[in-house]
C-alpha cells in the first residue's frame, strides 16, 4: 500500500487532479468515502487528545467530514455553577458563523486528527521583460 495523502484522495474522488487541489476551505469540508479514506495511512491519524491545543490549525476527522480547525481556548464564555463565577470554555472550532447576527461560531467534536500537509513547492518565475532597456 503507498502512502496516500488525504488532499489527493478528496481530489481523487472530486475528480480533480491531485496537484490542482486547492486547500482545505474551512466552510465546505472535504468529504472523504470510506473507501478513500481507508487509503489514508493509518498512522498518519492520531487521537484527538493527543492534537495541539495552542491555535494551531489541524485536519481533524469529524463524522464524515475531514476539516481545517483549531482549539479556542476562550471559545465561549459560560457560568460555572461550583465556582459561582464566570469563566472561558474551549473549544474545536473552524471559526465559521453559525448564525449571522448572534456571532455564534461552530464548534465540533473530532475524533482523530493529523497535521496538515506541507504547502505545495512554488514554481520560480521569471520577470517579464518588455522594456525600452530590454535588449
Known sequence: MTNTTLAQVGAEE???????AAPLPSAEPL?????GAAAVTSAQWQLIETAPKDGTR???WVGD???????????????D??????????AWTDDAVKSYGMEERNSYS????????????????????GGQNDQ
Request: proline fraction near 12%; aromatic fraction near 12%; charge should be negative.
Open 110 to 129: 473530532p475524533t482523530h486528527w493529523m497535521p496538515p500537509p506541507e504547502p505545495p513547492a512554488m514554481l520560480a518565475v521569471a520577470p517579464k521583460h
Open 14 to 20: 472530486q475528480g480533480v487532479a491531485a496537484d490542482a
Open 65 to 79: 467530514a475531514v476539516l481545517s480547525i483549531y482549539w479556542d481556548a476562550e471559545f465561549d464564555f459560560v457560568w
Open 81 to 90: 455553577e461550583e465556582a459561582d463565577a464566570s469563566k472561558y470554555e474551549g
Open 58 to 60: 489541524i485536519l481533524a
Open 31 to 35: 468529504r472523504v468515502s470510506s473507501a
